[in-house]
């Protein structure tokens, strides 16, 4: 199984992105797909997290301005963020739940990482 982030990248404080994050391979199910960030210096932490029935979960200093939503069908997970922050800088990881073919196998599997920096 693996997990391909995309859509970092450098934006005004104020601006948009949106990150996708696409787990393929042997794949039976998705249980929670989520995006956690890590800044220089400190520790990695949830940003949102997602149900295969879309329950969602937030940190409390994106809310309000970050949205997580998934396609099932494509197994993939987003994260819309919008008025963002100098203090959003960090490098954005997913992370899904994943129960693999043909075992059955749970376990948690993680992206590459991806850059987000907002600086003027």
């Known amino acids: 199984v693996q997990l391909q982030a995309s859509g970092g990248g450098l934006v005004q404080p104020g601006g948009s992105l949106r990150l996708s994050c696409a787990a393929s391979g042997s794949i039976f199910s998705i249980n929670v797909m989520g995006w956690y960030r890590q800044a220089p210096g400190k520790q990695r932490e949830l940003v949102a997290a997602i149900t295969s029935g879309g329950s969602t979960n937030y940190a409390d200093s994106v809310k309000g301005r970050f949205t997580i939503s998934r396609d099932n069908a494509k197994n993939t997970v987003y994260l819309q963020m919008n008025s963002l922050k100098p203090e959003d800088t960090a490098v954005y990881y997913c992370?899904?739940?994943?129960?693999?073919?043909?075992?059955?196998?749970?376990?948690?599997?993680w992206g590459q990482g991806t850059q987000v920096t907002v600086s003027s």
């Open positions: 992370n899904a739940e994943v129960r693999s073919a043909p075992k059955l196998i749970l376990a948690d599997y």
